[in-house]
T-cell receptor, first 112, second 111 residues
Framework: DVKVTQSSRYLVKRTGEKVFLECVQD?????MFWYRQDPGLGLRLIYF???????EKGDIPEGYSVSREKKERFSLILESASTNQTSMYLC???????????FGPGTRLTVT | QKEVEQNSGPLSVPEGAIASLNCTYS??????FFWYRQYSGKSPELIMS????GDKEDGRFTAQLNKASQYVSLLIRDSQPSDSATYLC???????????FGQGTELSVKP
């Protein structure tokens, strides 16, 4: 079974802090994705990566950056957290010729 | 027009009935289609994928794809209260592995 893990289930940060969200998958997947999910807005793609050290902007990259130094790990960085970044953050991965995305458990981030 | 559209619901069905969830998509070049189930406060869980026209069955679930009409549906037979969740439809276009998600349909199965 594919296993995608995220560093925290719940996180509370203050406005202006730098925030790191980590995602690790154990299936040697090439592709990894970061989404945020908000009521009424659905799942929105922030960034994705098709390979190590490679990144592509999704639909809402503003205020975020990413890092992929190793194939199994994809990090989302909030450079200066703001209250409008309070959300559920979901990581997903896919690979091996399949496009089925498998999600981690999510991180519920609250910025106060 | 949204790229992937679903009725938000809630869709309410009695236990044991068939639940029918529908999804339409706007881009004819869409290649692959997925249904996810999401319980409240949890992350989406893949139920089924379908790539060609017709029906695909897996246990109590059947996915139906009609590319000419640009819709994909999910039927849940013998619905159980544990099926109560939000169901997300996702579509892959021809741009690598990116998926476009609908906003989801909330299903409630009443005992």
């Amino acid at each position: 079974d594919v296993k995608v893990t995220q560093s925290s289930r719940y996180l509370v940060k203050r406005t202006g802090e730098k925030v790191f969200l980590e995602c690790v998958q154990d299936m040697d997947h090439e592709n990894m994705f970061w989404y945020r999910q908000d009521p009424g807005l659905g799942l929105r793609l922030i960034y994705f990566s098709y390979d190590v050290k490679m990144k592509e902007k999704g639909d809402i990259p503003e205020g975020y950056s990413v890092s992929r130094e190793k194939k199994e790990r994809f990090s989302l960085i909030l450079e200066s957290a703001s209250t409008n970044q309070t959300s559920m953050y979901l990581c997903a991965s896919t690979g091996g010729g399949s496009y089925e995305q498998y999600f981690g458990p999510g991180t519920r981030l609250t910025v106060t | 027009q949204k790229e992937v559209e679903q009725n938000s619901g809630p869709l309410s069905v009695p236990e044991g009935a068939i639940a029918s969830l529908n999804c339409t998509y706007s881009d004819r070049v869409s290649q692959s289609f997925f249904w996810y189930r999401q319980y409240s406060g949890k992350s989406p869980e893949l139920i089924m994928s379908i790539y060609s026209n017709g029906d695909k069955e897996d246990g109590r679930f059947t996915a139906q794809l009609n590319k000419a009409s640009q819709y994909v549906s999910l039927l849940i037979r013998d619905s159980q209260p544990s099926d109560s969740a939000t169901y997300l439809c996702a579509v892959r276009k021809n741009q690598g592995g990116k998926l476009i998600f609908g906003q989801g349909t909330e299903l409630s199965v009443k005992p």
